[in-house]
Nanobody, 124 residues
C-alpha cells in the first residue's frame, strides 16, 4: 500500500509561482510512475504532468508546457510540481498519483494510488 500526501497549495496572484510537494510512503516508490492531476469545479480530472521511474520519461499537458516542471527525489520519496507563470485557469484541486506499472499513463484510470488533493487558487 502506498500513501500520498500533498502540500504546497494556496492562493497566488496571476503570474506568480507555487511548488507542490507529494510525499510517498513505500519502499518501491522509485519504481512508480508519478503524476500530477487537477480537477476544476464542474470539470473532469485531467493530467498535468507525469514522470516515470528512473526519470526516463516525462509528460506535460499542452496547457502547462513551459510553465510547470515535475521532478522527483527518489531518496526522499517525494515528487514536486513547480508551477510558474500561473494563470486563473490553473485554479483547481491538484492531486498526486502513483502508477505501479512500467508505463506512463495520462488518464486517471492508469493510476493506482491517490493523494487527498491540495487547492490551488490563482487570482486575476
Amino acid at each position: 500500500q502506498v500513501q500520498l500526501v500533498e502540500s504546497g497549495g494556496g492562493l497566488v496572484q496571476a503570474g506568480g509561482s507555487l511548488r507542490l510537494s507529494c510525499a510517498a510512503s513505500g519502499r518501491t516508490f522509485y519504481t512508480y510512475t508519478m503524476g500530477w492531476f487537477r480537477q476544476a469545479p464542474g470539470k473532469e480530472r485531467e493530467i498535468v504532468a507525469a514522470k516515470s521511474w528512473y526519470n526516463s520519461i516525462t509528460y506535460y499537458a499542452d496547457s502547462v508546457k513551459g510553465r510547470f516542471t515535475i521532478s522527483r527525489d527518489n531518496a526522499k520519496n517525494t515528487v514536486y510540481l513547480q508551477m510558474n507563470s500561473l494563470k486563473p485557469e490553473d485554479t483547481a484541486v491538484y492531486y498526486c498519483a502513483a502508477d505501479r506499472s512500467m508505463s506512463l499513463h495520462t488518464t486517471p484510470g492508469g493510476y493506482d494510488y491517490w493523494g487527498q488533493g491540495t487547492q490551488v487558487t490563482v487570482s486575476s
